[in-house]
């Protein structure tokens, strides 16, 4: 198994930016892709952006493609997400999540990911 911890939310201008951390330990991170779900309150979480076990694939919700940016570095078993040009409709808590590279991975589906982090609020004032 792997256990996820969520860093780097905060309060931000709207255009400025944020760079999200995912610190994994347990399991090898290398075992999984990763991906970032964002939910705001009364809504489905929702999907943001996906990376493939050796980042070789990446996939972004439409709503921020050109503005965000996912990484990984397993050396350090750590999935990064960079935010930039903000936006008030960013504002949620964002959630990282982990799913075994042996599966079939639908990465945009929540049930695709058995572990998920605690979330880290980004708030975007306009």
């Known amino acids: 198994q792997v256990q996820l911890v969520e860093s780097g939310g905060g309060l931000v201008q709207a255009g400025g930016s944020l760079r999200l951390s995912c610190a994994a330990s347990?399991?090898?991170?290398?075992?999984?892709?990763a991906g970032w779900f964002r939910q705001t309150p009364g809504k489905e979480r929702e999907f943001v952006a996906a990376?493939?076990?050796?980042?070789?694939?990446?996939n972004y919700a439409d709503s921020v493609k050109g503005r965000f940016t996912i990484s990984r570095d397993n050396t350090k078993n750590t999935l990064y997400l960079q935010m930039n040009s903000l936006k008030s409709e960013d504002t949620a808590v964002y959630y990282c999540?982990?799913?075994?590279?042996?599966?079939?991975?639908?990465?945009?589906?929540?049930?695709?990911?058995?572990?998920w982090g605690q979330g880290t609020q980004v708030t975007v004032s306009s």
């Open positions: 990376i493939g076990w050796n980042s070789f694939s990446r």
């Open positions: 999540a982990a799913a075994s590279r042996s599966g079939r991975f639908d990465d945009t589906s929540m049930l695709t990911y058995p572990y």
């Open positions: 347990g399991r090898t991170f290398s075992a999984y892709h």
